[in-house]
């Protein structure tokens, strides 16, 4: 009996942290919980997506996300069977994603340590799962995925039945991996793609061996293209591949629409990161053992295992803020920890045995400290459990969750607003991002994109138009960028410039109501708005010609004079060139330099999806001045005083970090000036 717990220690141990976690986390689910400053933009994607789940709104159907419909359900069931709140959300935040991990790194050391005692695979969820998980649910899911391939490929035998179960075994990997998230299926279809070019790499001198991996190979194309329609058909109808464009969407737009710079700090642990872990694979590979029986000392794993943490590194080279290159290098060290606890041997010396022991705690721990360090993990689970049977004296109760005084007035303000304006039944419109103002209110936020700032591209654009132009949600409710509070402009981009199009809707179909707090407005549908509404354009004397760009230096566009006097707007049409390169690093950033009459300059970074015509919209003025646009009187809209006339414009390319591309050259077609107006 001893002997069949010992084997299972890892399981025992992986069931008790969880039980225990999830017991710490809901001890006294009804007291609320202190929050610090509400994060408006994070915070309230989360919370949405908590709130749809328990509407039966599911994202990849209704609307599109990162974040998928099995991400949803699985987390629905994580949070308490208590009636819905914003403490609720909060509390069980950190908690769904971590466990999560923790049962990915469990099954990852089952597949990858075979063999080995089990208090290396102990070692292996301990190292990992408790002390270096950054506990964001996706990072783990590749290597997961690359255990479970290669299980599946190793065992190849020779017939269609049995390789056609393993295929299909494959296949439900990668759909659940896009049910979980749009960039959790993309890295793990890239993961299949890589194991079976390692997997004929190292057969190719066996034949036998190669038309088994090609069987193989040809079965799980078939049955990925079966799977689509499948998935087409439960979600919607079997040729409705919306769930699947929008995924791809959604990633392929990430890497130019929201790429940050490495700070120099996150630089230094990034690239010794992949030093160390990379030289621990080419050890490997000089000391491999083909069929020894051990899958971490396997040709075929140490290729694909090299393959998955290059390709995982995409994480942090896109969105390189602290958070994301712990995401990014977390499989990386998931799979160097595996060859270290799986490359020793019982007929080693005692010190030549316990080396790499003692070399994977030593990273775990360095990687570990970094994740701690910067909230994530079991930091971030440890804030998720604290409660109070009270709020504190300096914060104030609302929804179960103890708020600063300013997070209190503006959320309780504007959702009493919106309760008193939208029956219970009725969507609502937010502009820019705050869905968390919808979900205190329990007013379902209408949209086909969860929030507008990752609506980049046309497909994702014109779906959110659409969803809004189906619902007619009554209210909306718009928060104008520049003014001390929420919203900040993402990576420094206008929302009003990164979203233009979703603005204009609003500001079409949308007239102003109240101002429950300052820069916040709560805005009536008016269908006769519409009806009256104009859209004047008139093109500008800058020369139209393909500019060759270098870093730094401003493209001037000349003299934009005369600037028409009821114009509101810039409008630029470009296309940025790029090479290749991009499609592996990240665009850099464009600013667009605006010089007014008075003498003073506006700069103005954009984002711009590289080698596609693009439209580049500018506010020139004070960006609170937006909020005027939504008065019934167009005569309100501009304030003569602060609207001085735009004289020059230049463009710049500057990179974002070591890892920008540069581009090649900028075409400029057109610079207009925009007037709206209503008849």
């Not at 998928?68 to 987390?75: C, D, E, I, K, V």
């Not at 609003?506 to 109240?514: G, S």
């Not at 010609?545 to 870093?551: G, L, T």
């Not at 010089?595 to 984002?607: I, N």
Request: aromatic fraction near 12%; include cysteine.
């Amino acid at each position: 009996m001893l002997r069949v717990l010992y084997s299972k220690i890892d399981l025992l141990v992986v069931l008790a942290l969880i039980a225990s976690t999830v017991g710490v986390c809901s001890v006294d689910s009804q007291a609320p919980i202190r929050l610090g400053s509400i994060n408006f933009l994070d915070d309230s994607w989360a919370s949405d997506m908590a709130f749809k789940a328990r509407q039966h709104v599911w994202l990849g159907r209704e609307a599109v996300f990162s974040y998928g419909p099995l991400y949803q359900w699985l987390w629905k069931w994580m949070l308490p069977l208590k009636p819905f709140s914003l403490g609720v959300v909060y509390k069980s935040l950190h908690l769904f994603p971590y466990c999560f991990s923790l049962l990915l790194i469990y099954l990852t050391g089952v597949l990858l340590l075979r063999g080995q005692p089990a208090w290396k695979r102990l070692l292996y969820v301990l190292a990992l799962g408790v002390f270096a998980s950054p506990g964001d649910g996706k990072s783990a899911v590749p290597v997961c995925a690359l255990s479970i391939f290669l299980l599946l490929v190793q065992g190849l035998q020779d017939g269609w039945i049995q390789t056609a179960w393993r295929a299909g075994a494959a296949c439900s990997v990668v759909t659940f991996a896009f049910l979980f998230s749009a960039d959790s299926g993309m890295y793990s279809l890239a993961t299949l793609a890589i194991v079976t070019l390692a997997a004929v790499s190292c057969g190719l001198p066996d034949l036998p061996k190669l038309r088994r991996v090609l069987r193989f190979a040809l079965l799980a194309v078939g049955l990925l293209g079966l799977s689509m329609f499948v998935l087409n058909t439960v979600l919607a109808r079997p040729l409705d591949f919306r769930f699947w464009i929008g995924s791809y969407e959604m990633v392929s737009n990430f890497r130019w629409l929201l790429p940050s710079p490495m700070p120099g700090g996150a630089t230094l642990a990034f690239l010794a990161t992949i030093a160390l872990c990379w030289l621990i694979f080419l050890g490997a590979w000089f000391r491999r053992q083909p069929n020894s029986g051990k899958l971490t000392q396997e040709p075929v794993f140490l290729l694909a295992g090299f393959g998955v943490s290059f390709l995982c590194l995409q994480t942090a080279v896109v969105r390189s803020d602290w958070i994301h290159v712990l995401w990014g290098l977390f499989p990386t060290v998931t799979l160097a920890v595996a060859v270290l606890l799986g490359g020793t041997t019982q007929s080693a010396s005692w010190l030549r045995a316990q080396t790499p022991i003692f070399s994977a705690l030593g990273l775990t721990t360095i990687f570990g400290g970094l994740v701690l360090s910067h909230g994530q993990g079991l930091a971030a689970l440890a804030w998720s459990a604290g409660a109070y049977s009270a709020c504190p004296p300096d914060t104030y109760y609302l929804d179960q969750a103890c708020l600063r005084a300013d997070d209190f007035r503006r959320l309780s303000l504007v959702s009493s607003a919106i309760r008193t304006l939208v029956p219970a039944s009725d969507p609502i419109l937010v502009y820019p991002y705050e869905n968390i103002l919808g979900v205190v209110a329990r007013r379902r936020v209408a949209g086909g994109v969860l929030q507008n700032y990752t609506a980049g591209g046309k497909y994702l654009t014109d779906r959110q138009l659409g969803a809004l132009q189906q619902d007619k949600p009554p209210v909306g409710i718009y928060s104008a960028d520049g003014y001390a509070f929420w919203p900040w402009p993402v990576d420094g981009v206008s929302n009003f410039t990164r979203t233009p199009e979703v603005w204009l809707y609003l500001q079409r179909h949308y007239k102003r109501e109240a101002e429950p707090e300052q820069g916040v407005l709560l805005l009536l549908r008016d269908e006769s708005r519409q009806a009256r509404w104009r859209r004047d354009e008139r093109e500008l004397a800058a020369p139209r010609a393909i500019y060759r760009v270098k870093p730094g230096v401003p493209i001037d566009l000349g003299a934009l004079e005369p600037w028409p006097e009821n114009a509101d707007f810039l409008k630029l049409r470009l296309t940025v060139r790029y090479a290749i390169w991009w499609k592996i690093l990240k665009p850099s950033r464009l600013i667009v330099e605006v010089q007014l009459a008075d003498g003073s300059h506006k700069v103005r970074p954009v984002v711009v999806q590289p080698n596609q015509a693009s439209e580049i919209w500018i506010y020139p003025w004070r960006e609170t001045q937006l909020t005027r646009y939504f008065s019934a009187n167009p005569a309100d809209w501009r304030d003569p005083a602060l609207a001085t006339p735009v004289s020059r414009l230049a463009l710049r390319v500057i990179p974002i970090d070591w890892l920008s591309v540069m581009p090649s050259s900028i075409r400029v077609e057109s610079v207009e000036a925009v007037g709206l107006g209503l008849e």
